[in-house]
């Protein structure tokens, strides 16, 4: 599943296709992915205008005129392709084993097609069905279920030490899984939570509550910055992910630990290790991360 970095790099690459245009028409070839589509989807949609598109977490909020926003969500395997009128298909968002027909708005997969005014069509193909689009008021979004008690934007001005502490605090879970709670910090994963962990050097194993205060002041830090550097990447390309200019992303070049099990530690002479915590693979330097 894309992480936010992902999610952030499709989000860039769909905002010139979609802001401030007009669905002239919306095509929907199936009733559900992950769940049913919004009643009379495609009609509620053509002829709005596309105000703005944003990122919560890992979701991608497309505000409408009207007072509406559809929040999509690009499961396992979704993807968008963007057609224009007199150039070639950009792909911001492309993962592995997909039929070459896939993408064209003709393929098996291709089960969303948007239209606007001038001709452009954005394709969102989804194999696995484990996407996600659905309606809601944009002034109530952040009660929608999906988003209700979840935690700050991890790049926002309001994430920071002290925020972080607070949540941390009395926490008896490992650091690690209270970093994947969506209630802590929003839209952070696997891989970048290792990745930031490492460069504060931080224990995956330590107890959250103990790292509320000081070692707050190092992990926050390194939390954006990871994130950060990884967008301007263009993402981790872990299954062929593309960002919108079609071109890879080569953020995994610079992992540190994370899928490096029995190799070097780029930070001192340990050697990376591999344990699993609640059913995720975690990947840290016993000798520097304490």
Known sequence: MPELPEVETVRRGLK??????????????????RVAFPERFAERLKGRRMVSLRRRAKYLLLDLEGGETLIMHLGMSGRFTIHGPAAPPAMPGRFHNQIAADGSGNGKHDHVVFETEEGVRIVFTDHRRFGLMLLAKTDAVEQHSLFDGMGPEPLGDDFTPTVLSAALKGKKTPIKSALLDQCVVAGLGNIYVCEALF?????PKRLARTVAGPRCEKLVPAIKKVLGEAIKAGGSTLRDYK???GELGYFQHH???YDREGEPCPGCKGTIKRIVQAGRSTFYCPSCQK
């Open 255 to 257: 992992f540190a630990v």
């Open 16 to 33: 010139p296709a979609l802001e401030g245009h007009v669905v002239a028409a919306l095509s929907v070839r199936r009733r559900d992915l």
């Open 199 to 203: 460069r504060s050097g931080i224990s």
């Open 243 to 245: 960002k919108a200019d």
